[in-house]
Nanobody, 120 residues
Protein backbone atom coordinates (compact mmCIF):
# COMPACT_ATOMS: atom_id res chain seq x y z
CA UNK A 1 0.00 0.00 0.00
CA UNK A 2 1.30 3.44 -0.94
CA UNK A 3 -0.18 6.53 0.62
CA UNK A 4 -0.19 10.17 -0.45
CA UNK A 5 -1.45 12.88 1.87
CA UNK A 6 -2.62 16.29 0.74
CA UNK A 7 -4.74 19.23 1.83
CA UNK A 8 -2.51 20.97 4.33
CA UNK A 9 -2.09 24.70 4.42
CA UNK A 10 -2.08 27.88 6.47
CA UNK A 11 -5.29 28.83 8.25
CA UNK A 12 -6.34 31.03 11.12
CA UNK A 13 -7.52 29.71 14.45
CA UNK A 14 -11.14 28.62 14.29
CA UNK A 15 -11.04 27.76 10.61
CA UNK A 16 -11.27 24.34 8.96
CA UNK A 17 -9.22 22.14 6.68
CA UNK A 18 -9.80 18.75 5.13
CA UNK A 19 -6.89 16.43 4.63
CA UNK A 20 -6.99 13.63 2.10
CA UNK A 21 -4.96 10.46 1.86
CA UNK A 22 -5.03 8.63 -1.45
CA UNK A 23 -4.03 4.98 -1.32
CA UNK A 24 -2.92 2.52 -3.92
CA UNK A 25 -3.38 -1.21 -3.57
CA UNK A 26 -6.40 -3.36 -4.23
CA UNK A 27 -6.86 -4.41 -0.60
CA UNK A 28 -6.98 -0.94 0.85
CA UNK A 29 -10.52 -1.41 2.14
CA UNK A 30 -9.25 -4.09 4.52
CA UNK A 31 -6.62 -1.87 6.12
CA UNK A 32 -6.84 0.29 9.16
CA UNK A 33 -6.26 3.91 8.15
CA UNK A 34 -4.84 6.39 10.59
CA UNK A 35 -3.65 9.95 10.91
CA UNK A 36 -0.68 10.99 12.99
CA UNK A 37 0.95 14.37 13.44
CA UNK A 38 4.34 15.69 14.40
CA UNK A 39 4.85 19.20 15.70
CA UNK A 40 8.31 20.82 15.61
CA UNK A 41 10.53 19.37 18.31
CA UNK A 42 7.96 16.79 19.36
CA UNK A 43 7.39 13.13 18.72
CA UNK A 44 4.89 11.89 16.20
CA UNK A 45 1.55 11.37 17.91
CA UNK A 46 -1.65 9.54 17.09
CA UNK A 47 -4.61 11.63 15.94
CA UNK A 48 -7.31 9.31 14.64
CA UNK A 49 -7.97 5.96 12.99
CA UNK A 50 -10.77 4.18 11.19
CA UNK A 51 -11.17 0.49 10.49
CA UNK A 52 -12.76 -1.25 7.55
CA UNK A 53 -16.19 -1.19 9.19
CA UNK A 54 -16.03 2.54 9.91
CA UNK A 55 -15.27 2.31 13.60
CA UNK A 56 -13.28 5.35 14.64
CA UNK A 57 -11.04 6.45 17.48
CA UNK A 58 -9.60 9.87 18.29
CA UNK A 59 -7.04 11.30 20.61
CA UNK A 60 -8.68 13.37 23.33
CA UNK A 61 -7.38 16.72 22.12
CA UNK A 62 -9.25 16.50 18.79
CA UNK A 63 -12.50 14.84 19.87
CA UNK A 64 -15.47 16.85 18.75
CA UNK A 65 -13.39 18.87 16.29
CA UNK A 66 -11.88 16.32 13.88
CA UNK A 67 -13.72 13.66 11.89
CA UNK A 68 -12.07 10.78 10.07
CA UNK A 69 -13.83 9.04 7.20
CA UNK A 70 -13.01 6.81 4.30
CA UNK A 71 -14.27 6.16 0.81
CA UNK A 72 -13.14 2.67 -0.11
CA UNK A 73 -14.37 3.00 -3.69
CA UNK A 74 -12.01 5.97 -4.10
CA UNK A 75 -9.33 4.43 -1.85
CA UNK A 76 -9.20 7.67 0.07
CA UNK A 77 -9.23 8.57 3.74
CA UNK A 78 -10.19 12.03 4.94
CA UNK A 79 -9.57 14.03 8.08
CA UNK A 80 -11.99 16.91 8.47
CA UNK A 81 -10.51 19.37 10.94
CA UNK A 82 -12.77 22.06 12.37
CA UNK A 83 -12.19 24.73 14.99
CA UNK A 84 -8.48 24.51 14.44
CA UNK A 85 -6.16 25.75 17.16
CA UNK A 86 -2.54 26.90 16.99
CA UNK A 87 -1.56 23.75 18.89
CA UNK A 88 -2.83 21.70 15.95
CA UNK A 89 0.09 23.00 13.90
CA UNK A 90 2.10 20.00 12.71
CA UNK A 91 2.98 17.82 9.79
CA UNK A 92 0.14 15.38 9.38
CA UNK A 93 0.84 11.86 8.17
CA UNK A 94 -1.57 9.23 6.98
CA UNK A 95 -0.73 5.65 7.76
CA UNK A 96 -1.98 2.14 7.15
CA UNK A 97 -2.08 -0.87 9.41
CA UNK A 98 -3.38 -4.42 9.50
CA UNK A 99 -4.36 -4.22 13.18
CA UNK A 100 -6.61 -1.64 14.78
CA UNK A 101 -5.02 0.59 17.37
CA UNK A 102 -3.44 3.88 18.26
CA UNK A 103 0.21 2.94 18.66
CA UNK A 104 2.56 4.08 15.96
CA UNK A 105 4.28 0.70 15.82
CA UNK A 106 1.12 -0.91 14.40
CA UNK A 107 1.34 1.19 11.25
CA UNK A 108 3.66 -0.16 8.61
CA UNK A 109 2.65 2.07 5.75
CA UNK A 110 3.19 5.83 5.77
CA UNK A 111 2.49 8.75 3.48
CA UNK A 112 4.85 11.66 3.05
CA UNK A 113 3.07 14.16 5.30
CA UNK A 114 1.30 17.43 4.73
CA UNK A 115 1.93 20.60 6.75
CA UNK A 116 -0.88 22.26 8.66
CA UNK A 117 -0.16 25.66 10.15
CA UNK A 118 -2.72 27.39 12.35
CA UNK A 119 -2.08 31.02 13.17
CA UNK A 120 -3.53 32.74 16.21
Amino acid sequence: VQLQASGGGLVQAGESLRLSCAASGRYFSSYIAGWFRQAPGKEREFVSAINSKGTTVYTDSVKGRFTISRDNSERTVYLQMNSLKPEDTAVYYCAGALSYGTHRSLYGYWGQGTLVTVSS
